[in-house]
Nanobody, 125 residues
């Protein structure tokens, strides 16, 4: 089992920054990919960003490209999501996800094996 715990959510004004963290623990594999997804109230979950084990491969949703940056510290089993120039439409519960196949950087939720509980990000206008 792998446990994922997100932190860093909160209330921020439009245009401001926020950084989310996700710490993995438990029986982590030697290499794994990580992703961030979000779900706004009344909407379906959507992909935000993903990163491979080596961090050389990243993938972003068009809606966040150029504003959000995903990164990781493998020694700490932690992945980050730096969010800049936030917009009210970025308001959602953000969840991190873990894919045991470290070489697979994907936007598909079904490719991920474990999920965190999520952290709420609210962007005020």
């Amino acid at each position: 089992q792998v446990q994922l715990v997100e932190s860093g959510g909160g209330l921020v004004q439009a245009g401001g920054p926020l950084r989310l963290s996700c710490a993995a623990s438990g029986r982590t594999f030697s290499s794994y990919a990580m992703g961030w997804f979000r779900q706004a109230s009344g909407k379906e979950r959507e992909f935000v960003a993903a990163i491979g084990w080596s961090a050389s491969t990243t993938l972003y949703a068009d809606s966040v490209e150029g504003r959000f940056t995903i990164s990781r510290e493998n020694a700490k089993n932690t992945v980050y999501l730096q969010m800049n120039s936030l917009k009210p439409e970025d308001t959602a519960v953000y969840s991190c996800a873990y894919a045991a196949g470290g070489g697979v950087v994907t936007a598909k939720g079904y490719d991920y094996d474990y999920w965190g509980q999520g952290t709420l990000v609210t962007v005020s206008s």
